[in-house]
């Protein structure tokens, strides 16, 4: 098992379209995650952080499953600003942050 | 406010050359990294520092090395130039651990040919 893992996709949904994205990682005892968004040939860019709870912000809503070692990343009402690469970051232990090799979404007309 | 400025953006080099890319930034954080992203892959850390003073290895560190003289500069040093380590270099701050985010550097893109 792949230490950060995510569906490269690609996503094409239309606009309007709710998404969802998964992120698997292999170490049960990570105590924190984060979304990226990465824009081409841009920066990572942060998104939000992913609290054990889980978090709102607007139209993005995250969500850790401990149990199965995922964390999720829901889009509602797509726009086509939304059309990027997701990142998610685990901590494996200690300073260890792992980046997934992202999933790219295209929201289209 | 700056936040994490790179320099060059663009560099073409020759194998066996040698360069430092820069880094610096201007919000006192503690902790400073530096990762490299290939085509269609996610970032994969270099080094990184949690101090002045202070470095540590991350998960590719072979070719490069690293130093921390001032919380504000981290620069990272190519010695013999590869075509391996054709990538984009980004380089990025946080204020303590791994429980925050991380602000990144817009990168610096490196050919070696």
């Known amino acids: 098992r792949k230490e950060v893992e995510q569906d490269p996709g690609p996503f094409n949904v239309p606009e309007g379209a709710t998404v969802a994205f998964n992120c698997t990682y292999s170490n049960s005892a990570s105590q924190s995650f984060f979304w990226y968004r990465q824009d081409c040939r841009k920066e990572p860019k942060l998104l939000m952080s992913v609290y054990s709870s889980g978090n709102e912000d607007g139209r993005f809503t995250a969500q850790l499953n401990r149990a199965s070692q995922y964390i999720s990343l829901l889009i509602r009402d797509s726009k086509l600003s939304d059309s990027a690469t997701y990142l998610c970051?685990?901590?494996?232990?200690?300073?260890?942050?792992?980046f997934g090799a992202g999933t790219r979404l295209t929201v289209k007309p | 406010n700056a936040g994490v400025t790179q320099t060059p953006k663009f560099r073409i080099l020759k194998i066996g050359q040698s360069m430092t890319l820069q880094c610096t930034q201007d919000m006192n954080h503690n902790y400073m990294y530096w990762y490299r992203q290939d085509p269609g892959m996610g970032l994969k850390l270099i080094y990184y520092?949690?101090?002045?003073?202070?470095?540590d290895k991350g998960e590719v560190p072979n070719g490069y090395n690293v130093s921390r003289s001032t919380t504000e500069d981290f620069p990272l040093r190519l010695e013999l130039a590869a075509p391996s380590q054709t990538s984009v270099y980004f380089c990025?701050?946080?204020?303590?651990?791994?429980?925050?985010?991380?602000?990144f550097g817009d990168g610096t893109r490196l050919s070696i040919l």
């Open positions: 520092s949690v101090g002045a003073g202070i470095t």
């Open positions: 970051v685990v901590n494996l232990g200690g300073n260890d942050m792992r």
């Open positions: 990025a701050s946080s204020p303590a651990g791994t429980f925050q985010p991380q602000h």
